[in-house]
């Protein structure tokens, strides 16, 4: 059981927005520590998709954006497309652990 | 272009040793963190420790000191995940990624390239 919690699936039709929430907690992202995302393609290694909350790495499109508040963060997608259909990852830093701890991560599906 | 090349893909017997590799290209490989993570079957990401290989300094998750040793070899730029006796519990896909800090420092680390990992699989 992940100290982030994310749900374990989420699904919109091509062209709809989605969104997809890390929950944590006062030692994790309450505590101000940055969250970072990750989109793994069936069958494929991950890939940083936005790191510092809500900043993209060069060729992440802009329908890909990341939002902080309170212990909680949130990756939106925009004009959903086939190709994002994926599983997506939070990862930020615990303080009661002391170290860096992943969500359960979330099955995006595009119907 | 950065780039981290793991070892290929592993079968092996309970109580056996192996070790896999990662190795780094298109960057200083000595002033980056290297981290593994873990991926059993149909499961998430697991971070499982973290090796600086400038000085070899190694940081493990409290799940998984003692039960992996980490280490690197900067001549050859290339950092590795041992195991002294696997257990079927071991099977997964395992990482390697390069750590970028961010702007807090190492509580903002974050793996910003990744390696196309490695398959393990313990069966008798």
């Known amino acids: 059981q992940s100290v982030l919690t994310q749900p374990p699936s989420v699904s919109g039709a091509p062209g709809q927005r989605v969104t997809i929430s890390c929950t944590g907690s006062?030692?994790?992202?309450?505590?101000?520590?940055?969250v970072h995302w990750y989109q793994q393609l069936p069958g494929t290694a991950p890939k940083l998709l936005m790191y510092?909350?809500?900043n993209r790495p060069s060729g992440v499109p802009d329908r890909f954006s990341g939002s902080k508040s309170g212990t909680s963060a949130s990756l939106a997608i925009t004009g959903l497309q086939a190709e994002d259909e994926a599983d997506y990852y939070c990862q930020s830093y615990d303080s009661s652990l002391s170290y860096w701890v992943f969500g359960g991560g979330t099955k995006l599906t595009v119907l | 272009e950065v780039q981290l090349v793991q070892s290929g893909a592993e079968v092996k017997k309970p109580g056996e040793s192996l070790t896999i590799s990662c190795k780094g290209s298109?960057?200083?490989?000595?002033?980056?963190?290297i981290a593994w993570v873990r991926q059993m079957p149909g499961k998430g990401l697991e971070w499982m420790g973290i090796?600086?290989?400038?000085?070899?300094?190694?940081r493990y998750s409290p799940s998984f000191e003692g039960q992996v040793t980490i280490s690197a070899d900067k001549s050859i730029s290339t950092a590795y995940l041992q195991w002294s006796s696997l257990r079927a519990s071991d099977t997964a896909m395992y990482y390697c990624g390069r750590i970028a800090a961010g702007g807090l420092g190492e509580v903002g680390y974050h793996m910003d390239v990744w390696g196309q990992g490695t398959t393990v699989t313990v069966s008798s």
């Open positions: 090796i600086y290989p400038g000085d070899s300094d190694t």
């Open positions: 510092g909350n809500s």
């Open positions: 298109g960057y200083s490989f000595t002033t980056y963190w």
């Open positions: 006062s030692s994790n992202i309450g505590a101000g520590y940055d």
